[in-house]
């Protein structure tokens, strides 16, 4: 792969620079320049991302993981940084890289493997899912718009700089996750061992997209998570149900258990769930109300007539994203065979899912879980964690959520959407004393996760030039 400015590129036409309180750059830096290495390079850029999105970087594929690590480190040094694979316990290995620049630093945080949940047939796809074509001005890949895009526009934002021969305006510092498993149990501590060359100013987090009008979705927070097994056992082994009026049932027992938990309409029947959670000011849930909700998409997907308890989409639009959740998501217990089977189940267990919104301590809800369960009756029944994040919000007033906003009008030609709240879970909890913004490189539509992931390219190339306006921003705001 060459990067040689005679190469004819997919350049387009640049907006003139919108002056604004962002717009002004330290001594010494030519913002325009760098805007203009994007075009200039861009080609380059393209071809290094369908590199990187042709590596199957599978979680259940240890080789491929770490092929895409050494892919990730070359990349950075490639553009004049400095990279270090880090093996860790309960991940797949992180990329810590550095490009040295000002003294302000900005931190990017993203993850680099590519599959979430089943992503559906692979006959589906239009080209093959690693083949990293292009067609009609889309970049079609698995794992491109979630999240190797964003990864990648982060690293040739403080590429231009150096392709124009300036220092980047800012230090910029990346951590790059390789996820074993969906809740990254290791993260926590590797960010506590790797503290110091993790402190920044600002972060920009993984993923965001734009709307189907073209305005980049911002994204000040996510969920945290307290995920459990409850298990009941009541005998030593499965005997046969000719004795049920002696003996208890260990999936009765659990039932009345996770009937305790919820009411029958899916709500949280857990008195104190909801303590400690932030209530949304007038001027945040004036924000949640203004963002696109589609509920009738909604509700026709799930096949129901309306959301639970006759909410309106713009009720819907608030609390999805801010009332705490308790979802029952799996049970398991006795012998479900298609015959006639005569036993009484010795065990039982189940899944339970608590989706946590800002300033809620997991331990807390944990606490009030226990609780409950031990004053309905249900003492016996062990309650396990499988995961935690906690939840994490950047206050919307702050100068730096301000940056990103003002940069992304200039970027994008257009409003951007501020959302304070999101519903989605994640682990931004990890990092704390910095304010922290969502953005990306893709699309609402973008297919993540399933058949036909793609980004457009013309959005990789705004995304990109977002990131170097807002390294340009970072070094002169106070």
Same mark, same amino acid.
């Given at each position: 792969?060459? #990067? ?25 830096? $030519?913002? #325009? ?9 861009? $080609? ?33 040094? =490639? ?30 945080? +993203? ?7 089943? &992503? ?17 001005? =889309? ?8 999240? !190797? ?14 392709? &124009? ?12 996750? /390789? !996820? ?41 927070? *996510? ?5 459990? =097994? ?41 008195? /104190? ?11 945040? @849930?004036? %924000? ?6 589609? /509920? ?6 799930? /096949? ?10 713009? *009720? ?34 189940? !899944? ?6 800002? #300033? ?25 964690? %499988? ?6 919000? &950047? ?13 992304? =009008? ?16 994640? +682990? ?5 004393? %910095? ?7 893709? @699309?609402?539509?973008?297919?993540? $996760? ?11 190339? %705004? ?16």
């Amino acid at each position: 792969m060459s #990067d040689s400015p005679n190469r004819p590129n997919r350049r387009s036409g640049s907006a003139p620079s919108s002056a604004g309180p962002f717009d002004s750059a330290a001594p010494g830096v $030519d913002l #325009d320049a760098a805007l203009a290495a994007v075009d200039e390079h861009f $080609d380059t850029f393209v071809e290094e991302l369908q590199e990187l999105c042709r590596i199957r970087s599978r979680r259940q594929e240890a080789d491929q993981m770490a092929a895409t690590a050494t892919f990730l480190k070359g990349s950075v040094e =490639r553009w004049g940084g400095q990279a270090e694979i880090v093996p860790w316990e309960h991940s797949h290995p992180y990329v810590l890289a550095e490009i040295g620049g000002g003294a302000r630093r900005l931190l990017h945080f +993203n993850h680099y493997d590519v599959e979430v949940e089943p &992503t559906g047939d692979d006959a589906e796809w239009i080209s093959p899912p690693y083949a990293a074509e292009i067609h009609d001005g =889309r970049l079609y890949a698995r794992g491109v718009a979630d999240d !190797k895009g964003a990864l990648l526009s982060r690293v040739h934002a403080a590429a231009v700089w150096r392709l &124009t021969g300036q220092e980047p305006p800012v230090t910029s510092r990346y951590i790059m996750e /390789g !996820k074993r498993w969906l809740h990254s149990p290791g993260l926590g501590g590797f960010v506590a061992g790797h503290a110091d060359r993790l402190a920044a100013d600002a972060a920009l987090w993984e993923n965001s997209w734009c709307d189907g009008d073209g305005r980049p979705l911002l994204k000040l927070g *996510e969920k945290g998570i307290l995920y459990l =097994r409850l298990t009941s056992t009541t005998l030593n082994r499965t005997l046969t149900s000719q004795n049920t009026v002696l003996l208890p049932s260990a999936t009765a027992r659990l039932t009345g258990a996770l009937g305790c938990l919820v009411h029958p309409d899916g709500s949280s029947a857990v008195p /104190g769930l909801a303590d400690g959670a932030r209530v949304p000011t007038d001027a945040e @849930r004036s %924000m949640l109300e203004r963002l696109p909700f589609d /509920g009738e998409f909604l509700r026709e997907r799930a /096949g129901v007539r309306a959301f639970t308890g006759g909410q309106s989409d713009t *009720e819907a639009a608030v609390a999805i994203r801010t009332v705490p959740s308790i979802t029952i998501t799996g049970i398991e217990g006795g012998d479900n065979a298609d015959d006639i089977t005569l036993g009484i189940p010795a065990t039982a267990t189940a !899944k339970v899912e608590v989706r946590l919104v800002a #300033d809620q301590d997991p331990e807390q809800v944990l606490s009030a879980i226990g609780t409950h369960l031990a004053d309905r009756g249900f003492a016996d029944v062990a309650v396990e964690v %499988m995961a935690t994040s906690r939840p994490h919000l &950047t206050d919307h007033t702050d100068p730096f959520v301000g940056l990103v906003a003002e940069t992304a =009008r200039a970027a994008y030609q257009a409003e951007p959407l501020i959302e304070p709240y999101t519903q989605w879970i994640g +682990n931004q909890g990890v990092l704390t004393g %910095m304010p922290i913004v969502g953005v990306g490189v893709s @699309r609402a539509d973008a297919g993540i $996760d399933g058949p036909n992931e793609h980004i457009r390219l013309e959005d990789y190339r %705004m995304g990109v030039k977002h990131v170097v306006r807002i390294m340009a921003a970072l070094a002169v705001t106070p």
